[in-house]
Nanobody, 117 residues
């Protein structure tokens, strides 16, 4: 059973920074893609940033230049460094891991990020 556990969320003022962590219960090499998604109240869950096994990254336009996704193999962790935070970044942030063969999609329980103006 794959488990993803996020931490690092909290309340921060606009312009501040936070670093989210996702502890993975297995080697992150298993997954084709890992990433961070977020869901604000009343909105759909949206992609924030992803990273493939080759290290290729993809960011939402709204976070480019401010957020950075990274990973560690020992321990197996995924990170999201968030700088220059804005109130619009307020959301629950979820860690995600995906495979294509066999198809699998795993989610963490989420961590709340609140940015005050």
């Amino acid at each position: 059973q794959v488990q993803l556990v996020e931490s690092g969320g909290g309340l921060v003022q606009a312009g501040g920074s936070l670093r989210l962590s996702c502890v993975v219960s297995t080697t992150i090499f298993r997954f084709n893609t890992m990433g961070w998604y977020r869901q604000a109240p009343g909105k759909q869950r949206e992609l924030v940033a992803t990273m493939t096994t080759t290290g290729s990254t993809n960011y939402a336009d709204s976070v480019k230049g401010r957020f950075a996704i990274s990973r560690e193999y020992a321990p197996n962790r995924l990170y999201l460094q968030m700088n220059s935070l804005k109130p619009d970044d307020t959301a629950v942030y979820y860690c995600n891991a995906q495979n294509t063969r066999p198809a699998a999609n795993y989610w963490g329980q989420g961590t709340q990020v609140t940015v005050s103006s």
